[in-house]
């Protein structure tokens, strides 16, 4: 079974961490840095760079779960 995780440390621990991942055959990758709350988050590709902010994020996540369930009752009631 797979499974994908983020996890989060200091940057002075961040190669103890690796080699921790390493250590139990996990591959494990720097994806980036966290900034301080209220900030960005950029995902660049080879084309392009997608930005959210913290709050959007937030708000997609907290939501995503009442706005399904939302939907749902809507097609419910419309007898789908």
């Known amino acids: 079974d797979t499974g994908r995780v983020v996890v989060s440390c200091r940057p ?3 190669d103890a961490l690796l080699a921790l991942a390493r250590g139990h055959g996990v591959p494990a990758l720097v994806a980036g840095t966290v900034g301080a709350g209220g900030g960005r988050l950029a995902i660049s590709t080879g084309r392009a ?3 959210w902010s913290a709050p ?3 708000t997609a996540y907290f939501e ?3 706005l ?3 939907a749902v009752a ?4 419309a007898g789908a």
Not at 74 to 77: F, G
């Open 74 to 77: 809507t097609d419910r009631d």
């Open 49 to 51: 760079t997608y930005t």
């Open 12 to 14: 002075a621990d961040r």
């Open 64 to 66: 995503a779960i009442p």
């Open 68 to 70: 399904r369930m939302r």
């Open 56 to 58: 959007e994020l937030r």
